[in-house]
């Protein structure tokens, strides 16, 4: 029974907690960075103005190690 108790109870914190992450303020760069600089598979977005109207860089990170490329795309403004 208490360990019932004690998964409920973590488990109603953890819900507690999901819509301040799906809520989080998206961060936006000024410039690209370098290559290599990125994680692979990290997101960032960078507003450099080379995106039309309304849009940002999205880029994926990639591996130099690997070989895997940096993806780079214009998206709709996440916010």
Do not use: N
Not at 2 to 7: G, Q, S, V
Request: proline letters at 9%; a positive charge.
């Amino acid at each position: 029974m208490k360990m019932r108790t004690h998964i409920v109870a973590t488990m109603l914190g953890l819900a507690a907690c999901l819509p301040s992450v799906c809520q989080a303020k998206v961060e936006y760069l000024k410039e690209e960075p370098p290559k290599g600089a990125i994680p692979l598979g990290k997101i960032v977005y960078v507003d450099d103005g080379t995106c039309p109207s309304g849009e940002v860089k999205e880029i994926t990170g990639g591996s130099l190690q690997r070989s895997i490329p940096r993806q780079v795309r214009c998206v709709k403004r996440p916010d």
